[in-house]
C-alpha cells in the first residue's frame, strides 16, 4: 500500500501544479519539492543504484540550469522552470527526451487552444471566472505548467517507476 501511494505522489503532483497553473498561473514551490521528497523516498524504495541516481539528478539540474535560463530570458515561468526540474529528476536521462517530446506536444496543443480561446467571445459563465478572463487576454501569459504536467503523466505509465510496483 506504501509502495502504491508513493508511486501515485508523482502524478498527483502534476496534475496538481497543473490546475494551479491554469486558475491561479503560479506553481507553489512545495510541489517542486515534494517532486523532489517523493523521488528520494521512490529511490531508496526500489532501490536506485548509484548510476540510476546520478542520472535522475542530472537530469533535473540540467533541467533547472535551462529553465533558469530560460526564465532569466523571459522564455519560460519561475514555477515552469523549477516544476522542469522536478519532474525531470523523476525521468532521468534515460526518459528526459522523450518528457521533453511530449511538453512540446502538450504545449503546441495548449498554445492553440489558448488562440482559439482568445478569439472568441468566452461563453457568460465564463465571464464571471477570474482566471477565465485572464487567460483571455490576448497579451496574457501561456500556463505552461499544464505543458509540463501533461507530458509528465503521459509518460509515466510507462516508466520503470510502475513497472516496480506489485500489483
Not at 477565465?132 to 487576454?137: D, E, G, I, T
Request: neutral net charge; proline residues 5%.
Amino acid at each position: 500500500m506504501f509502495e502504491f501511494l508513493l508511486f501515485l505522489s508523482f502524478p498527483a503532483a502534476l496534475a496538481f501544479a497543473g490546475a494551479m497553473d491554469l486558475f491561479t498561473m503560479t506553481i507553489p514551490n512545495r510541489i517542486t519539492i515534494g517532486l523532489i521528497i517523493g523521488f528520494v523516498v521512490a529511490a531508496i524504495a526500489v532501490p536506485l543504484g548509484w548510476d540510476a541516481i546520478a542520472s535522475h539528478v542530472g537530469a533535473g539540474l540540467l533541467m533547472l540550469v535551462i529553465g533558469i535560463g530560460m526564465f532569466s530570458l523571459g522564455l519560460l515561468g519561475g514555477g515552469d522552470a523549477k516544476l522542469l526540474a522536478g519532474a525531470a529528476l523523476w525521468f532521468g536521462f534515460e526518459g528526459l527526451m522523450q518528457y521533453l517530446l511530449l511538453v512540446a506536444i502538450a504545449g503546441g496543443l495548449l498554445v492553440i487552444v489558448l488562440l482559439l480561446y482568445r478569439s472568441i467571445a468566452p461563453p457568460l459563465w465564463l465571464c464571471r471566472q477570474e482566471w477565465a478572463m485572464r487567460l483571455h487576454q490576448k497579451a496574457g501569459g501561456v500556463p505552461y505548467g499544464i505543458a509540463l504536467a501533461a507530458g509528465g503523466l503521459w509518460l509515466y505509465p510507462s516508466t520503470p517507476w510502475l513497472a516496480n510496483l506489485a500489483v
